[in-house]
């Protein structure tokens, strides 16, 4: 039965150890920190944590370079406090999920180190190696303008190495079996010790066979079946959640047709017609969006986010839709990265409350699990003046007391913001605490009203016409009941004119404000929405909901 699908309401809270909180003052956030900051997290309402990698690293690229992938990285405490923080957050009912980084290793891996020994080395075909130099040696960059080769020359192998990312980063060879065994123990070994499942990074890049010189290399499915399979066995609701920015007709393949891959993806598509519709008021690309990636298996479910630790991608829009992102939410040039996106936090994007609002409650209601970055709850901003993805990667601002309440050390992993409107003495969670009007306690409200709408998790939705180019209207229906929701997108009011005679929906109980709308003599209701405004409705007779209960 789908109602046993954990993941298909969840609302799942994404952090990084290192900037969330930190309890023993060296600058650097641990689990100690995390632990006591999970009655927060359960007071909002959240009910899965997914921790960026946390495991030891030279940490060159936030921690995604690995080195050891059983262990704990001792800025952040002990494998101990690891199964301390796990028991805490059981204790809450709140799930965790962590990154599985097994695409490449760090190039200080004892695996790599190995490796590149000798050519009879044990690890050896662990990577992937060329004698000559290959011909494709600068192309298929993911960090364009930063990341100059996808094959750098290694003096103690005597060969090329590949890497899909920085040249510190050593692709696994995905083909050689005993990787895939290694993979299937890393997996147990973390199931072992009470994770609820795996962000599974770079999926398309994991499972991709390259050879020097291939124009397309081939993509193993069957790989991520496999260890979809394993995972299962070990533990039944234990689930993959994949990043995988591909196109909707390349969906069905990470999927699996039968449900049998990856049981949750992140929307990148939605996600990035969502901005453009934020950006423009248009949308008829975001409906056409969420039409081409209907989920199609039950079992199946997407992953809707605003923003996320990496950079606002617009690589799937036209390069007209691109500029006008561009122009309205990262005009300036040290604003944008890699030539398709946009290294800003959400709430200084959008620039004011009404939109900031507006985008969390479209996300919230799009048929999928809605993914909250931390600090995004109480509108944080970025630092501009840091390097690449670092912009967006700065402590939480937890009181305006120094550091923000993240640290007592002096010098953080990361600069916290204390200049300008998004400092940390006047954006914090003390103070919005405190405050009954501000984002936290509407983000909070928000959360609770998208677990008591679990139509958007388990139910068939249509997009219905609202006769305005500037409205979404999305309908929800599951076991007799059924949600209504509208999003305006324009910076005027508007009143939109819906006829549901057919489904019989005389009543729309307004599940925000104590307002109901019954429907005129013709069976027309009328909504009205103000500039970004947005509204949700039960549909008819509530009473057999609260019989069930």
């Not at 397309?216 to 394993?230: V, W």
């Not at 005027?492 to 104590?514: F, G, P, Q, T, W």
Request: glycine share 8%; hydrophobic share 35%; proline share 4%.
């Amino acid at each position: 039965m789908t109602e046993e699908l954990w993941y298909k309401n969840a609302v799942i809270y994404s952090l990084d150890l290192e900037t969330f909180m930190d309890y023993n003052g060296d600058g650097v956030g641990d689990f100690q920190g995390l632990a006591r900051r999970l009655d927060y997290l359960h007071a909002m309402g959240i009910d899965t944590v997914w921790l960026a990698p946390f495991q030891p690293t030279p940490n060159k690229d936030n921690g995604y370079d690995v080195m050891d992938f059983y262990g704990v990285d001792q800025r952040h405490g002990s494998s101990g406090n690891f199964v301390e923080f796990m028991h805490q957050a059981k204790k809450r009912g709140i799930k965790v999920i962590i990154d599985l980084v097994v695409n490449h290793t760090s190039d200080q891996h004892p695996w790599f180190q190995d490796a590149r020994s000798s050519k009879d080395a044990k690890h050896r075909d662990w990577y992937v190696w060329s004698e000559k130099k290959p011909s494709d040696w600068d192309e298929g960059m993911v960090f364009p303008g930063v990341q100059h080769a996808t094959w750098t020359y290694d003096k103690k192998a005597k060969a090329y190495y590949y890497h899909r990312f920085y040249n510190f980063q050593p692709d696994l060879n995905i083909d050689n079996p005993e990787v895939r065994e290694e993979i299937m123990r890393i997996i147990g070994f973390w199931l072992e010790l009470g994770v609820a499942g795996f962000r599974v990074d770079a999926v398309p890049f994991l499972i991709e066979t390259p050879a020097p010189g291939a124009a397309k290399p081939e993509l193993k499915f069957d790989y991520l079946r496999q260890m979809s399979r394993f995972m299962q066995w070990r533990q039944g609701d234990a689930i993959f959640l994949g990043e995988a920015n591909v196109l909707p007709e390349e969906t069905k393949k990470y999927f699996g047709e039968e449900g049998e891959g990856i049981h949750m993806m992140f929307n990148f598509y939605v996600n990035q017609h969502l901005f453009y519709a934020l950006a423009s008021g248009e949308i008829e690309p975001l409906k056409e969006a969420l039409e081409s990636t209907r989920m199609t298996h039950p079992t199946s479910q997407w992953a809707h986010f605003l923003r996320n630790h990496d950079e606002l991608d617009l690589g799937r829009l036209t390069e007209e839709q691109r500029q006008k992102v561009f122009a309205r939410f990262g005009p300036e040039k040290h604003m944008q990265l890699y030539d398709r996106g946009i290294r800003r936090r959400l709430s200084p994007m959008l620039g004011n409350r009404q939109q900031t609002e507006l985008a969390y409650s479209l996300m919230f209601s799009l048929p999928g699990a809605p993914v909250i970055r931390y600090g995004d709850e109480i509108g944080m901003g970025e630092d501009l003046s840091l390097n690449e993805r670092d912009a967006v990667r700065t402590p939480m601002q937890w009181s305006a007391e120094k550091q923000a309440g993240f640290s007592e050390a002096d010098k953080l992993i990361h600069p916290v913001i204390d200049k300008g409107p998004y400092a940390y003495k006047h954006v914090n969670v003390e103070t919005q605490r405190r405050e009954p009007d501000s984002l936290l306690n509407w983000m909070t409200t928000m959360i609770r009203l998208r677990q008591e709408c679990t139509e958007i998790g388990w139910g068939d939705w249509q997009l219905l016409e609202s006769g305005n180019p500037c409205v979404l209207c999305m309908h929800y229906s599951w076991q007799g009941s059924s949600l209504l929701i509208f999003h305006n997108f324009d910076e005027r009011a508007h009143e939109v004119v819906l006829n549901l005679k057919e489904k019989e929906e005389h009543r729309l109980i307004d599940l925000m404000k104590n307002e109901e709308s019954t429907a005129d003599e013709k069976g027309r209701h009328y909504i009205t929405l103000e500039a970004y405004g947005y509204r949700w409705f039960r549909a008819g007779d509530l009473s057999h909901l609260l019989q069930k209960g």
